[in-house]
């Protein structure tokens, strides 16, 4: 299952599960700055990535329940998020 980044004018949302039986929402939509921008949503949190022209996902900020995290963690398995967007991730 992949999803072609970037496929829509307005932006794509929906539900993934992946391979360890998380669930996250995703939402790819347009960015001034990046080819994308990758919002992966997660009981609460959200991870917010820029992905570029070659498919590359840079991370940019992170929120939870309260606002900006601080000092975000990236979960184990974001990794799956990618591999499934067939996107390379730094």
Do not use: C
């Amino acid at each position: 299952m992949s999803t072609t980044i970037g496929s829509g004018p307005n932006g794509t949302s929906r539900n993934l599960r992946l391979l360890s039986g998380v669930e996250v929402r995703i939402e790819i939509t347009s960015d001034a700055d990046y080819a994308a921008r990758l919002d992966v949503h997660h009981e609460g949190q959200r991870w917010v990535y820029g992905i570029d022209s070659n498919q590359r996902a840079t991370f940019i900020d992170a929120f939870d329940r309260k606002g900006r995290s601080d000092d975000p963690d990236e979960p184990d398995w974001m990794r799956e998020v990618f591999v499934q967007l067939e996107v390379d991730w730094e």
